[in-house]
C-alpha cells in the first residue's frame, strides 16, 4: 500500500512517499523557507542524489503541489499518478482528549483538529494548513491525522493531573498531554524485537532525546506517564527549552526584569536549556565540542542535561516498579557516546538487580505514521484498498 507522509511546519513541510511493506521511503523531501522568496525543494528518489530547486511557495498550498508534481514525475518521482496513493498520513501534534487513535480527517475531524490549534499555537496551525491543501488537490485520497499526543492517552489520571485547582482541567482542558508519541511507540515495539519478548510483559523507558526531548515509562505496552506537559516545555532540559522549572523562579524573573508573557515565552522556549546554560549553541554537537576544549559553562550544560535524564528515569523505574530496557533515540540519543556511557555508569547497580539493558534504537516517525494510516485505511471497510 501506498501512503505518502506529511509533515507540515510553519515554515517547512517535509513528505516521504512509502510502500508499506518496505522499511524505506520510495521518496522523500522538504520544502524550506515557505512564504519567502526564497523557497527551496529539496528530493531525494531511493538510491539517488538528493536535488535541490528553487522553487516558487508563496503557502503551504503552493508547496504540497510542488510535492505532488515531483513524486509524480516520470524521472524523479516514485510514482505516476497520485492515484496510486492509498491514503496520505499526516503528522499532527495536539490530539488533545479526543483522538486516542490515528484517525480518518472527515470534516468534522478537520475542524476539531482546527480548534486544538488553541492548544499548540506553533504546531497544529501549520498541520492543518498541509491537511486543508491535500484535500483541495486531491479530495478523492482518504487523509489520516497520526497524532503525538495519541500513545499518551493512556496515562492514569493521577499521571496527567496537574496540582493546581481541578476547575482548571474542566475549564481549560489543562493538564499533561506529552508529545513525541509515535516515536516513542516506534522505538518501544522495537525494543521489545530486540528483547525476543512480547512488549506487553515489558517495562521500557523510552528517552527521544532530539532537540526536543522527552522521556516515557511504557508498561506493558502503555504509555503510563511522560516527561513532556501541556505543552513541549515540560520535563528534561533540551536544546533551547528549560525543562522542568519552579514556577515561581518564573513568576520572579518576570517581574525582575519586566518580561511580557511573549518575552517570557520566547526565553524559557528558545534561548534556555543548552543554549542558555553554555551560551555557545543549542546543537549538542557544538557545546560538546566547547566542553572538551575546557569550557566551564558548556560542560556543565552537559552534566545538567544528563543527571536530568538520570533523574526521570529513577523516576519512571519507580513508577512501574522495574525496568527491562532503557531506550535512547533521536538525534542526541542515536549518536552522543558519552551520554551512553554516563548512563551506563550511572545506573549499573540498577541494571544489574534488574537485569535490564540500555538499547540504542533509530527511530523513524515516517514509517510509523506511514504504517498507521495504512492500518486506519485496512481497518475502514467502506474505503476500498490500493
Ligand atoms: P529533531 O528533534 O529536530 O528531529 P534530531 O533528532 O535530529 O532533532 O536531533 C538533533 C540533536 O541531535 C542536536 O542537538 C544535535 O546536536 C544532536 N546530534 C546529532 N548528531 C550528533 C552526534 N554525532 N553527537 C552528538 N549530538 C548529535
Do not use: W
Not at 33 to 53: A, C, E, F, W
Not at 241 to 267: F, N, P, Q, T, W
Amino acid at each position: 500500500m501506498k501512503i505518502l507522509v506529511i509533515n507540515s511546519g510553519s515554515s517547512s513541510i517535509k513528505y516521504q512517499l512509502f510502500d508499506t511493506r518496505k522499511p524505506y521511503p520510495l521518496c522523500r523531501g522538504i520544502v524550506e523557507r515557505i512564504g519567502t522568496r526564497k523557497s527551496l525543494l529539496t528530493h531525494q528518489k531511493l538510491d539517488k542524489r538528493p536535488l535541490v530547486n528553487n522553487v516558487y511557495a508563496p503557502d503551504h498550498y503552493q508547496a504540497i503541489r510542488h510535492i505532488y508534481d515531483i513524486i509524480t514525475n516520470p524521472n524523479l518521482g516514485a510514482i505516476r499518478s497520485l492515484s496510486q496513493i492509498a491514503g496520505i498520513g499526516h503528522r499532527v501534534v495536539h490530539g488533545a482528549e479526543i483522538f486516542t487513535q490515528p484517525t480518518i480527517i472527515t470534516n468534522e475531524v478537520f475542524n476539531v483538529i482546527k480548534k486544538f490549534s488553541e492548544l499548540a499555537p506553533l504546531h497544529n496551525p501549520p498541520a492543518v494548513l498541509g491537511i486543508d491543501a491535500c484535500r483541495k488537490f486531491s479530495k478523492e485520497i482518504p487523509q489520516i491525522a497520526v497524532f503525538d499526543t495519541a500513545f499518551h492517552q493512556t496515562m492514569p489520571q493521577k499521571a496527567y493531573t496537574y496540582g493546581i485547582p481541578y476547575r482548571f482541567y474542566k475549564k481549560y482542558s489543562l493538564r499533561r498531554y506529552g508529545f513525541h508519541g509515535t516515536s516513542h511507540m516506534y522505538v518501544a515495539v522495537k525494543a521489545a524485537k530486540r528483547l525476543k519478548k512480547p512488549l506487553e510483559s515489558l517495562k521500557v523507558i523510552t528517552c527521544h532525546l532530539g532537540n526536543g526531548c522527552s522521556i516515557t515509562a511504557v508498561k506493558h505496552g502503555k504509555s503510563i506517564d511522560t516527561s513532556m506537559g501541556f505543552t513541549p516545555l515540560e520535563g528534561v532540559m533540551m536544546g533551547t527549552r528549560c525543562g522542568d522549572i519552579d514556577a515561581a523562579a518564573v513568576l520572579y524573573l518576570m517581574e525582575k526584569e519586566h518580561l511580557s508573557i511573549k518575552e517570557a515565552d520566547d526565553l524559557l522556549n528558545k534561548k534556555s536549556g543548552l543554549l542558555g546554560l553554555s551560551g555557545v549553541s543549542n546543537d549538542m554537537r557544538d557545546v560538546n565540542k566547547k566542553a572538551l576544549s575546557g569550557d566551564k559553562r558548556a560542560a556543565l550544560a552537559i552534566e545538567v542535561f544528563i543527571y536530568r535524564i538520570i533523574k526521570y528515569i529513577g523516576a519512571y523505574i519507580a513508577a512501574m516498579d522495574g525496568v527491562d530496557a532503557i531506550v535512547l533515540t533521536a538525534g542526541i540519543g542515536e549518536n552522543f557516546t558519552p551520554l551512553h556511557q554516563k548512563l551506563k555508569n550511572a545506573l549499573k547497580n540498577t541494571l544489574k538487580k534488574f537485569s535490564a539493558r540500555i538499547l540504542v534504537i533509530p527511530t523513524n516517525e515516517e514509517l510509523m505514521i506511514a504504517r498507521q494510516a495504512a492500518h486506519v485505511l485496512k481497518n475502514a471497510p467502506f474505503l476500498k484498498a490500493k
